[in-house]
């Protein structure tokens, strides 16, 4: 082991940085929010500098480096663009037994200034000794994506109820029990996110409560419309700590090699007899999984909520009691327009936007009137074998013949397809794609010339 972690408390402490550049900079901005009393010396002071010492945080010490800079300091870092001055401050601080951090030459230092993630109290620092910084930097990058935000406060949660905990569990195993719990659960998490603190009190309260055996729980995530980068963070976190993954068709392969791979994965898509899982057996599933104690992802294409049914499914959790939550997705339409250089509202084009389902027996007479006026985009999902009747009900009701229309297949992945035509061609484009893809109808499809951009 060349370095030994460890994490100190600078509260009040006097540290000494020589430099006030840019990489100085940065280093001051962690050192003050440690609680460092921070001494700065260098000849010239960055604006950033200047600030802090008219708000008081630093003390400028101006001119070359002295020895006495050191006096009363508990710890000095060398930031300058001096290699000389920085070696200087390290000598110095060496003869004195003070540990001294020496920007660009971490190796030389004898103490290193690791990348680090914040989720305080809760702490994660990385080094690689000085040998491999940008290693450590995307390592760091890596665990600051997969870790949520409100892991902090939860941590924090936990110091308050330690005393609580140990008279309540007077055993190790139940302790630890209620620990595992305690942080796995996805809507005491979900409420600190929200900042929602008498909630989040009856929450513990009733983990409390609750039987030992533990019990399962349901996220229902959506996954966005195919781009594993549309995925959201809290999705991503969701699916990695997930024991079983329920999935369709729509969601992609990339989305799926995220899964944790000791899940169970349950594909609940066009089996092979070409029929869907119906939608009673699939609500039967997740209860039955959740029953067993297991933490259970659905994991939907675009949003669970727009025609995801994700709703019904959630009812039947909720008349069981089985705890449950939802992360939303990027919806086929926002990813699709996106990608396709198509603003779904424009000031000049439209102003409202709507998501329909191609479902056409679910729109009435007047529905029709409304979806063919000007100034709106019309999205159309599930539409593709209704184009057709889409492009004759809108002509019916007074479109324009010379409405833009696109159709978007496979929106956001490698294989998009993206076609522009007018209305009265609807039908007649349609037959060259296939599902699942998205029909937009209205005078923003006309932006994609300028817009385009793959
Ligand atoms: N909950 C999903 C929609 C499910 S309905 C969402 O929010 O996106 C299924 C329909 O969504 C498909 O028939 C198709 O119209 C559309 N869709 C989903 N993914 C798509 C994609 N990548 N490209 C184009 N259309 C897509």
């Not at 000049?348 to 329909?356: E, G, L, T």
Request: include cysteine.
């Amino acid at each position: 082991m060349d370095y030994f972690p460890l994490f100190c408390r600078l509260q009040g402490k006097r540290c000494l940085l020589v430099g006030a550049g840019d990489v100085a900079e940065r280093k001051a901005r962690l050192l003050l929010e440690a609680g460092a009393e921070l001494y700065v010396g260098a000849r010239d002071f960055s604006p950033a500098f200047q600030l802090w010492a008219q708000q008081g945080k630093v003390t400028l010490l101006h001119g070359a480096f002295t020895d006495d800079w050191l006096d009363e300091c508990w710890l000095a870092i060398a930031a300058t663009n001096d290699d000389a001055v920085n070696q200087q401050v390290a000598d110095a601080a060496e003869q004195r037994r003070l540990f001294c951090n020496l920007v660009d030459a971490p190796q030389q230092a004898s103490a290193i200034m690791p990348s680090i993630v914040d989720r305080s109290p809760l702490m994660i620092a990385v080094s690689s000794g000085g040998r491999a910084p940008v290693l450590a930097r995307l390592l760091r990058e890596k665990l600051e994506a997969m870790l949520p935000q409100h892991l902090g406060e939860l941590a924090a949660l936990a110091g308050s109820l330690r005393e609580r905990v140990k008279q309540h569990f007077s055993a190790m195993a139940p302790r630890r029990a209620f620990w595992e719990r305690f942080f796995a659960s996805d809507r005491l998490a979900q409420t600190l996110a929200n900042g929602d603190r008498a909630r989040a009190a009856a929450q513990v309260d009733a983990l409390f409560a609750a039987p030992l055996t533990q019990q399962g729980e349901v996220v229902l995530v959506g996954a966005g419309p195919g781009d594993a980068g549309l995925l959201t963070l809290k999705g991503l976190q969701a699916i990695q700590q997930a024991d079983v993954v329920v999935y369709d068709r729509l969601v992609s392969e990339p989305i799926l090699n995220l899964v944790r791979r000791d899940a169970e994965r349950l594909f609940v898509g066009k089996q092979a007899g070409h029929h869907c899982v119906p939608q009673e057996q699939i609500n039967q599933l997740l209860l039955e999984q959740a029953q067993r104690g297991k933490r259970v992802v659905r994991l939907k294409g675009g949003d669970p909520f727009i025609f995801g049914r994700g709703g019904e499914e959630l009812e039947v959790l909720a008349q069981h009691n089985i705890p449950f939550s939802v992360v939303p997705g990027i919806t086929a339409a926002s990813g699709c327009a996106a990608y396709s250089g198509i603003p779904l509202t424009h000031r000049d084009h439209a102003q409202s936007v709507r998501f329909v389902t191609g479902h056409l027996q679910q729109h009435g007479e007047m529905e029709w009137s409304k979806l063919a006026a000007e100034q709106q985009t019309l999205v159309f999902y599930m539409g593709l074998s209704q184009a057709a009747d889409i492009q004759q009900q809108l002509l019916r009701h007074g479109m324009d013949a010379a409405m833009p229309v696109a159709i978007v297949q496979h929106g956001t992945t490698p294989q998009q397809r993206v076609a522009c035509a007018t209305l009265q061609e609807l039908a007649t484009l349609a037959q060259q794609f296939a599902s699942p893809a998205l029909i937009i109808v209205g005078r923003v499809v006309s932006l994609r010339t300028q817009l385009r951009w793959f």
